[in-house]
């Protein structure tokens, strides 16, 4: 059974850093295009990162471009988000997914995902 976990969120002051983690089950990660995307209260859910499965190419939220770092650990079957330098603005429901299609390129549009996790909380606030 499709699973993907994600893990890593709390809570942080602005500046701080943090780790986000997408473990998958049932599937090997390496074969899809893997991406990051958040819901803030009263806000639609936005992509935040997203990584290829062919070559590794990135992409990132003007938002947070220079902050977040996404990467694999395809021994480990997961997907790793680096967090730096958060902001209040940050905070939001992280949420990972896997792309429709095996070996899919690296968008941040949503509809091009359709497998997700639960979601992890990361409150960014002093």
């Known amino acids: 059974q499709l699973q993907l976990v994600e893990s890593g969120g709390g809570l942080v002051q602005p500046g701080g850093s943090l780790r986000l983690s997408c473990a998958a089950s049932?599937?090997?990660?390496?074969?899809?295009?893997i991406a990051w995307f958040r819901q803030a209260p009263g806000k639609e859910r936005e992509g935040v990162s997203c990584?290829?499965?062919?070559?590794?190419?990135?992409d990132y939220a003007n938002s947070v471009k220079g902050r977040f770092t996404i990467s694999r650990d395809n021994a480990k079957n997961t997907v790793l988000l680096q967090m730096n330098s958060l902001k209040p603005e940050d905070t939001a429901v992280y949420y990972c997914?896997?792309?429709?299609?095996?070996?899919?390129?690296?968008?941040?549009?949503?509809?091009?995902?359709?497998?997700w996790g639960q979601g992890t909380q990361v409150t960014v606030s002093s």
């Open positions: 049932g599937l090997t990660l390496g074969y899809y295009a």
């Open positions: 997914a896997q792309s429709r299609s095996v070996f899919g390129l690296c968008t941040l549009t949503i509809r091009e995902y359709d497998s």
């Open positions: 990584i290829s499965s062919s070559d590794g190419s990135t």
